[in-house]
């Protein structure tokens, strides 16, 4: 299964941009998506998650200005980012949590997002 993300790119400073995620077949048992980012020589920090009853969790760094959301559906998690700065600027990461049968843990391949004048 690969995780599919779109929506990443360049905006200037206070621009907003709309990350997408979604596997390319149909994943059993999710529980709970999110997305990670990695900065330039920094580690992967988590940036949202959002479990399947649609309770959420934010980085402080971004509280007020990303949100997170889904559709079970589709088995796609978004991510709303409005007022970008430039150190949002990295790699964003989805991420896919499962169990069905086993606990399952997916990674996309990385988007990028730059936020610069």
């Known amino acids: 299964v690969q995780l599919v993300e779109s929506g990443g790119g360049s905006v200037q400073p206070g621009g907003s941009l709309r990350l997408s995620c979604t596997p390319s077949?149909?994943?059993?048992?999710?529980?709970?998506m999110g997305w990670f980012r990695q900065a330039a020589m920094k580690q992967r920090e988590l940036v949202a998650t959002?479990?399947?009853?649609?309770?959420?969790d934010y980085a402080d760094s971004v509280k007020g200005r990303f949100t997170i959301s889904r559709d079970n559906a589709k088995n796609t998690v978004y991510l709303q980012m409005n007022n970008l700065k430039p150190e949002d600027t990295a790699v964003y990461y989805c991420?896919?949590?499962?169990?069905?049968?086993?606990?399952?843990?997916?990674w996309g391949q990385g988007t990028q997002v730059t936020v610069s004048s």
């Open positions: 959002i479990t399947t009853g649609g309770s959420t």
């Open positions: 077949r149909v994943i059993f048992g999710i529980n709970t």
């Open positions: 991420n896919v949590q499962a169990v069905w049968y086993s606990r399952q843990n997916y």
